[in-house]
């Protein structure tokens, strides 16, 4: 008791003090840390987010010390800072974090920041529609085709016998409606454009599942018939001129077809199921690749005789309704469903997955490709940008689209329709440069003639109007895949 009074009076008057030793730390972990940037694509000019996280076997960080090394002298002490890089370039950001201790550490890491955007500059010159009436959205995957004399020829109607193509002639400041062509039912697919400038679509009608529309008059040709109808298979057409579509299931119709550009059946494989996607054909016109959208995987098919080109089947497996199949210019073919966006290759008589990425709600669009080589497509959660060589997701910028096939110009901007009635136009960096505003309801997938006119289809109240975008100094792309179809004419068919 006595020594315990003893120890309270030498607190009380200061005498006590406690040391610390050297080894008092000596249990105390090294910190450690790493940090990433968001956007990963900085922009000159346009503030990041910097943000770090202790590694797993870090001890207690108790200081964060950030040196951007940009020339400004810089720095910050926030574990997670915004900043904006003044200039474009590359620099060294280095993250010092420190312990309780005093030990510290230092992750260093590259920045690449990027130069503005040039300033885009585009004008919706003209909106125009026929008058047909729509119950419901005109399938997003709808995208204008346009012929060698400037023709616009495009889709109205989605559900009820009245959906229409319709022949638009582009008269500068203005349009007129050339012809409309009564197809008798519901259309959910774009026309395309054969050699001979005519054009083929797939209908829902079981007696008319594909029809060859004469294109300076607009009179039905011929059309075919496979006991069930079509839903977003655009007709791919091969440099012979014959054409290449899947169908939906209905009985053991579901499947693939070919016809010659008179009319006549090639082949037909059927009782496997659904085949809702439009399909593309390789360089040589060799191979059609299909999506059977019942199991969610990838069909090669000799286009000679229809025959099965790979062993089996390769995908994912996650099945979809999909939109439209699209290809780089090693032959890799990309596809989407629910959950995946997917990069196949073609081994022979073989084929494998290049790669997976998870991104939900992928089958809302279609994969097109950039400038620099990097993949866009819609999803649930927006657009988004994919490295070529893994699949690994660049950016996403948020959007609600159904469906639309984006489009990519020159500078490397990315046009893509919206659910509530826009079309976005979005920098290779994941920034909106532009909205124009087209309607009430989906807008579809746009295109981009070599002047850089954009022509996209959307949904006003209960039409659809066809609009015509100027951009000044641009074009589409000039890379393998910039638009849905390929090309103008949609045709599918690498080159």
Same mark, same amino acid.
């Given at each position: ?11 009380? &008057? /200061? ?39 202790? %590694? ?20 910050? #002490? ?32 590259? &920045? ?23 119950? +419901? ?26 959906? #229409? ?5 582009? @008269? ?29 679509? +797939?209908?829902?009608?079981? @007696? ?15 059309? /075919?018939?496979? /006991? ?72 090669? &098919?000799?286009?000679?005789?229809? %025959? ?10 996650? /099945? ?28 022979? %008589? ?36 994919? +490295? ?9 910028? +948020?959007?609600? #689209? ?94």
């Amino acid at each position: 008791m006595k020594n315990i009074k003893l120890l309270f009076l030498l607190f009380s &008057v /200061g005498i006590v003090t406690w040391a610390c030793s050297e080894d008092e730390f000596a249990d105390v972990n090294p910190p450690r840390a790493d940090f990433n940037i968001t956007p990963e694509l900085p922009v000159e000019g346009v503030e990041v987010l910097l943000y770090a996280d202790p %590694s797993s076997e870090s001890g207690q960080i108790v200081s964060w010390h950030w040196e951007f090394n940009d020339g400004t002298g810089a720095t910050a #002490t926030k574990r997670n800072p915004y900043y904006t890089f003044p200039a474009a370039g590359e620099f060294e950001v280095a993250l010092t974090v420190t312990n309780a201790a005093g030990e510290i550490h230092t992750v260093t890491k590259t &920045v690449t920041v990027a130069a503005p955007p040039k300033e885009f500059i585009g004008e919706l010159v003209w909106s125009i529609t026929n008058g047909t009436t729509v119950s +419901n959205i005109n399938e997003g995957s709808n995208a204008p085709a346009i012929g060698d004399d400037g023709t616009i020829y495009y889709i109205e109607g989605n559900a009820a016998a009245q959906s #229409t193509m319709v022949a638009v002639t582009d @008269n500068g400041d203005n349009a007129s409606v050339k012809w409309a062509t009564v197809l008798g039912n519901q259309v959910s697919n774009a026309p395309s454009i054969g050699h001979d400038g005519n054009l083929y679509i +797939n209908t829902w009608a079981a @007696n008319r599942t594909i029809a060859k529309i004469e294109a300076s008059s607009g009179d039905i040709l011929w059309s /075919g018939s496979v /006991g069930t109808g079509v839903s977003n298979n655009t007709p791919a057409v091969d440099d012979n001129g014959n054409v290449y579509h899947g169908s939906r299931q209905q009985g053991a119709n579901g499947g693939a077809y070919s016809w010659t550009p008179d009319g006549e059946k090639r082949w037909e494989i059927t009782g496997v199921g659904a085949f809702y996607a439009a399909p593309v054909i390789n360089k040589d016109g060799t191979t059609a690749y299909f999506l059977n959208t019942s199991e969610g995987r990838i069909w090669a &098919v000799n286009t000679e005789d229809g %025959s099965q080109k790979w062993e089996s089947p390769v995908g994912p497996g996650s /099945g979809t309704h999909g939109s439209s199949l699209s290809m780089d210019a090693d032959g890799t073919v990309y596809y989407t469903t629910n959950a995946h966006i997917v990069a196949i290759e073609d081994n022979g %008589s073989t084929g494998a997955i290049k790669w997976a990425a998870e991104v939900t709600g992928a089958a809302q669009s279609g994969v097109v490709v950039g400038e620099n080589g990097d993949l866009y497509s819609g999803s649930s959660g927006g657009l988004v940008s994919l +490295n070529p060589d893994n699949g690994e997701v660049n950016w996403t910028y +948020n959007l609600q #689209t159904i469906e639309s096939v984006p489009a990519v110009d020159t500078d490397g901007n990315v046009y893509i329709g919206t659910a509530d009635g826009k079309l976005a136009v979005i920098t290779a960096q994941g920034l909106l440069a532009r909205e124009f505003q087209l309607g009430t309801g989906a807008v579809n997938s746009p295109v981009i003639t070599e002047d850089g006119t954009v022509y996209v289809e959307g949904r006003d109240e209960s039409h659809i109007k066809l609009h015509k975008i100027a951009v000044e100094e641009s074009g589409p792309a000039n890379s393998y895949w910039p638009m849905k179809g390929k090309n103008l004419k949609n045709t599918a068919k690498a080159d």
